[in-house]
Nanobody
Framework: QVQLVESGGGLVQTGGSLRLSCAAS????????MGWYRQAPGKQRELVAV???????NYADSVKGRFTISRDNAQNTVYLQMNSLKPEDTAVYLC???????????WGQGTQVTVSS
C-alpha cells in the first residue's frame, strides 16, 4: 500500500507565496517521477510541474518563473514552492507519483490553494 500525504495549502493574497509538500511512503520499489497537478472548479486537471528521477523538471507555461519543484530523494518527498501567486492559481493541488518502472501511478488526496484578489 502506498500513501501520499500532502500539506501546505491555504489562503493567500495575490502576490503571496505558499509551499506545498508531498511525502510518499509504503510499498514503492523506485520512484520515477513526482509531480503536482491542479484542478479548478469546472476545469480539467492540468499538470503544474514534474521532476524526473534524474532531476530534470518541466513546468506548465502559466507557472514558469513563479513556481519551483524540488525533491528530497531520501525522504521521498516533493515540494512545490509557489511565489507571486495569482487568483487564477486557485485550485485543488494534487500530488502524483509514478513508480516501479513507470508501471504505477499514485495520487494524493489534494490540498486547496486559494488566492484572493
Amino acid at each position: 500500500q502506498v500513501q501520499l500525504v500532502e500539506s501546505g495549502g491555504g489562503l493567500v493574497q495575490t502576490g503571496g507565496s505558499l509551499r506545498l509538500s508531498c511525502a510518499a511512503s509504503g510499498s514503492i520499489f523506485s520512484i520515477n517521477a513526482m509531480g503536482w497537478y491542479r484542478q479548478a472548479p469546472g476545469k480539467q486537471r492540468e499538470l503544474v510541474a514534474v521532476i524526473i528521477s534524474g532531476g530534470s523538471t518541466n513546468y506548465a507555461d502559466s507557472v514558469k518563473g513563479r513556481f519551483t519543484i524540488s525533491r528530497d530523494n531520501a525522504q521521498n518527498t516533493v515540494y512545490l514552492q509557489m511565489n507571486s501567486l495569482k487568483p487564477e492559481d486557485t485550485a485543488v493541488y494534487l500530488c502524483n507519483v509514478l513508480a516501479n518502472n513507470w508501471r504505477n501511478a499514485y495520487w494524493g488526496q489534494g490540498t486547496q490553494v486559494t488566492v484572493s484578489s
